[in-house]
């Protein structure tokens, strides 16, 4: 049995298997992206770029997916992923007869990969969701391209190499979610989904295989949590 509101140091794939049936509203999730190494390292000089992927690189099972629908109220997910995991996803989903929607995120600073291809500067969102999911938000929240850079300060400040921009994962959070929802997110990282449920009064549940990405991620909640009861205090003098 899990409870609400935390994050566990564990492999999803055993994780979801203890979670209530029926009980999440929401996943957003940013699994490893299937990437092509070899070919990064050949058209780039920048090593350190291809160095800092190689343990994010090797996709992830879809059978995640199998484990969580009896999971949730409804299909209603998030997927960040790479152009090669595109088909599969929508396939996947296309099969359970669900409405979808890819989602881009075009980055304004994109690591220097050229020759022969055309710039890394665009990421992919699948979003798919079952008939009778209410998608909220307003004309400002649902445009389906995000354009931002990188940000440098927080990959640096929560030291994650694919830290996603945290305005993103809200804007996912608001449009497909109400107050209380429980928001999940299998594959944390950094634990921005958690923040952004966090700060918009979502609950939340996270898993994160990796001991040293969970404690950051433990530690930026905890932050938060410290900043938001500062602002309460400030605005209840
Ligand atoms: C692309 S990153 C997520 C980054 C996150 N969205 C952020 O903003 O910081 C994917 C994360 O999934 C974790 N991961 C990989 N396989 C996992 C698994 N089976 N269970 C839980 N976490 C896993 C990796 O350690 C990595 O931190």
Avoid at 8 to 21: F, I, K, S, T
Avoid at 82 to 90: A, C, G
Avoid at 112 to 139: C, S
Wanted: aromatic share 10%; proline share 3%; charged share 30%.
């Amino acid at each position: 049995m899990l409870q609400t509101n935390e994050i566990y140091n564990m492999d999803c794939m055993e994780g979801v298997r203890l979670l209530d049936d029926k009980s999440i509203d929401l996943v957003v999730m940013d699994p490893p992206y299937l990437l092509d190494l070899q070919k990064i390292k050949n058209t780039t000089s920048i090593n350190n770029y291809a160095n800092e992927l190689l343990d994010l690189k090797d996709g992830f099972d879809l059978k995640i997916l199998d484990l969580l629908i009896p999971k949730m109220k409804k299909i209603n997910m998030y997927i960040y992923c790479s152009k090669r995991q595109i088909k599969q996803l929508l396939e996947y989903f296309m099969n359970k007869g669900c409405n979808y929607e890819l989602l881009t995120w075009h980055k304004q600073n994109p690591s220097p990969l050229t020759n022969n291809n055309y710039l890394p500067d665009t990421e992919y969102i699948v979003f798919a969701r079952e008939k009778g999911v209410k998608l909220y938000g307003n004309y400002y929240t649902k445009r389906k391209y995000y354009i931002s850079g990188v940000n440098q300060v927080d990959k640096k400040k929560y030291k994650h190499p694919t830290i996603k921009p945290l305005a993103f994962i809200e804007n996912h959070i608001v449009n497909s979610s109400k107050e209380g929802d429980l928001v999940l997110d299998c594959y944390c990282g950094s634990g921005t989904t958690l923040v952004a449920a966090l700060k918009n009064n979502r609950n939340y549940i996270g898993f994160e295989i990796n001991k040293e990405y969970y404690e950051i991620a433990k530690k930026r909640i905890e932050d938060t949590k410290a900043e938001m009861e500062g602002i309460v205090e400030e605005d209840s003098k």
